[in-house]
RNA sequence: GGUGGGGUGCCCGAGUUGGCCAAAGGGGGCGGACUGUAAAUCCGCUGGCAGAAUGCCUUCGGAGGUUCGAAUCCUCCCCCCACCA
């Protein structure tokens, strides 16, 4: 393929290519490019927003080109202060190496493996004396640091930057410097620390990287970004049911963002859909179940999603019982209550009263409205707690 | 090093003439109604325990103290921010 027919591909979807002329240039030389990804250790779990940009180094790894993911240990160890709120948990070297492992193996859903290397950063990163640190961090200035966007907010608004943080940008550019990266991808969210690499690899005498982000998607909530912690995410790992569950949850108002980012799904159908949705020719529902259908797929494969899609329609559609439920014990003259919070459908028992109280808990279809109600079962019943949570109650003798 | 301002429930954020504060408001979460779905919208709930009426227990950075009674006052400690140096 034709560098500028590559170009045209890898540019689709990008927010930021920095920049287009030399990324043309590069692929004019005509060999493998050196493709990286900085990976977090501390958070093996990879959920649809990580598939955003496993999805364009796919797309390089096609057109014969590299990946390198970099294994970030060396911070993941030392324990990361950046963000926000928590402090990330010092992990072991073992633990890293185990959370590499799982994260590559979910990347793998996603990438070749065959065109993909991992390394971990602590073998550049460790060797570094002090000395070499600091004539590191000459080499930029705070108020480069500042223009960082979450840097400036907290400075203005008073919130804590440590030092160390000021490191992290740094320590990612000299991943960029070990392995002579030919272009770094990331989050949107990550254009400046892409792009301190380029600065610093221009101070040692490198090429600077072509730098290229990806689109932040929102969550299962439509608002903020999808991240473990918002639990607002759909991880690889998700059992197909719970996956198409959760893309089924999300705002109509994101189906195509979702279809152009997460699937394989032509733009012009997209498009289609965008219009006929607008038009009301469609019902979004399902425009949403083809969208919810092709991504199970893809983790899952064609079996399991088609399951999941009929189990959904049963379950929510046409109301009828889940194919599966947990299955419980039940004494008679146990009380509901106590049965609640026995089998973790509530998490206290004032919780499991007003569940009660609101006429959230239905037993065979039948509300179960008095607090008191102690059990008399002759055979099964189905247990509903909310709308989401079934039980399978079995009189126990 | 000096001066000043702060640390509140899952998160953000009111509240400091001591009681009416389990603590306003928003977000999130949960439940209900409705529906085209676990979308949107509307209504309600949201520390725990107990319960049909406002009872008890544990919460407002930490440890003590004053008081009939403290998120609110005092002492010491920890942490954050700003300005000055």
Same mark, same amino acid.
Do not use: C
């Given at each position: 393929?034709s560098?500028?027919?590559?170009?045209?591909?890898?540019?689709?979807? @990008?927010?930021?290519? !920095?920049?287009?002329?030399?990324?043309?240039?590069?692929l004019?030389?005509?060999?493998?490019?050196?493709?990286?990804?900085?990976v977090?250790?501390?958070?093996?779990?990879?959920?649809l927003?990580? @598939? %955003?940009?496993l999805?364009?180094?796919?797309? /390089?790894?096609?057109?014969?080109?590299? %990946?390198i993911?970099?294994?970030?240990?060396?911070?993941?160890?030392?324990?990361?202060?950046?963000?926000?709120?928590?402090?990330?948990?010092?992990?072991?070297?073992?633990? %890293?190496?185990?959370?590499?492992?799982?994260y590559?193996?979910?990347?793998?859903?996603? =990438?070749?493996?065959?065109?993909?290397?991992?390394?971990?950063?602590?073998?550049?990163?460790s060797?570094?004396?002090? @000395?070499?640190?600091?004539?590191?961090?000459?080499?930029?200035t %705070?108020?480069?640091?500042?223009?960082?966007?979450?840097f400036?907010?907290?400075?203005?608004?008073?919130?804590?930057?440590?030092?160390?943080? /000021?490191?992290?940008?740094?320590?990612?550019?000299?991943?960029?410097?070990?392995?002579?990266?030919? &272009?770094?991808?990331?989050?949107?969210?990550? =254009?400046?620390?892409?792009?301190?690499?380029?600065?610093?690899?221009?101070?040692?005498?490198?090429?600077p990287?072509?730098?290229?982000?990806m689109?932040?998607?929102?969550?299962t909530?439509?608002?903020?970004?999808? $991240?473990?912690?918002?639990?607002n995410?759909?991880?690889?790992?998700?059992?197909?049911?719970?996956?198409?569950g959760k893309?089924m949850?999300?705002?109509?108002?994101?189906?195509?963002?979702?279809?152009?980012l997460?699937?394989?799904?032509?733009?012009?159908?997209?498009?289609r859909?965008?219009?006929?949705?607008?038009?009301?020719?469609?019902?979004?529902?399902?425009v949403?179940?083809?969208?919810?259908?092709?991504?199970t797929?893809?983790?899952?494969?064609?079996?399991?999603?088609k #399951?999941?899609?009929?189990?959904?329609?049963? !379950? /929510?559609?046409?109301?009828?019982?889940?194919s599966?439920?947990?299955? !419980?014990? &039940?004494?008679?003259?146990?009380?509901? !209550?106590?049965?609640?919070?026995?089998?973790? @459908?509530?998490?206290?028992? $004032?919780?499991a009263?007003?569940?009660?109280?609101?006429?959230?808990?239905?037993?065979d279809?039948?509300?179960?409205?008095?607090?008191?109600?102690? /059990?008399?079962?002759?055979?099964?019943?189905?247990?509903?707690?909310?709308?989401?949570?079934?039980? #399978?109650?079995?009189?126990?003798?």
């Amino acid at each position: 393929m034709s560098p500028e027919e590559q170009l045209e591909i890898l540019k689709r979807n @990008a927010v930021d290519l !920095v920049s287009e002329e030399e990324l043309l240039e590069r692929l004019k030389e005509g060999r493998p490019l050196n493709i990286k990804l900085g990976v977090d250790p501390s958070r093996p779990d990879l959920h649809l927003g990580h @598939a %955003v940009v496993l999805r364009k180094l796919r797309e /390089f790894q096609d057109l014969g080109h590299h %990946v390198i993911l970099i294994i970030g240990d060396f911070t993941g160890m030392i324990g990361d202060p950046s963000g926000r709120n928590e402090t990330r948990p010092m992990l072991t070297e073992e633990e %890293v190496r185990e959370n590499a492992k799982s994260y590559a193996e979910q990347a793998f859903k996603i =990438l070749d493996p065959e065109k993909t290397e991992l390394r971990y950063n602590s073998e550049w990163l460790s060797p570094m004396k002090f @000395a070499d640190v600091i004539r590191l961090a000459a080499k930029y200035t %705070v108020a480069r640091m500042l223009e960082r966007d979450d840097f400036n907010k907290r400075f203005k608004e008073g919130i804590p930057i440590s030092i160390a943080e /000021f490191l992290y940008p740094l320590a990612q550019a000299m991943d960029s410097v070990a392995i002579k990266a030919d &272009v770094e991808l990331g989050g949107t969210d990550q =254009l400046f620390n892409l792009l301190v690499g380029r600065k610093i690899m221009e101070e040692y005498g490198l090429k600077p990287q072509i730098v290229m982000t990806m689109p932040i998607i929102e969550g299962t909530d439509g608002k903020m970004k999808m $991240s473990k912690s918002y639990g607002n995410y759909i991880a690889f790992n998700d059992t197909p049911k719970d996956m198409f569950g959760k893309l089924m949850s999300i705002p109509d108002n994101l189906i195509t963002k979702y279809m152009r980012l997460l699937t394989d799904i032509p733009l012009e159908d997209i498009e289609r859909y965008e219009q006929e949705m607008k038009e009301r020719k469609v019902n979004p529902r399902d425009v949403k179940m083809l969208l919810a259908y092709e991504i199970t797929k893809h983790f899952h494969g064609e079996e399991e999603a088609k #399951k999941a899609k009929e189990e959904f329609i049963n !379950v /929510f559609s046409k109301k009828e019982l889940p194919s599966e439920m947990e299955e !419980v014990e &039940v004494i008679n003259g146990e009380n509901i !209550v106590d049965l609640l919070v026995r089998i973790k @459908a509530a998490p206290s028992r $004032s919780e499991a009263k007003r569940l009660i109280n609101q006429g959230g808990v239905k037993l065979d279809g039948e509300k179960v409205s008095d607090i008191k109600y102690a /059990f008399k079962l002759d055979g099964e019943k189905v247990l509903r707690v909310g709308r989401r949570k079934f039980y #399978k109650l079995i009189p126990k003798s």
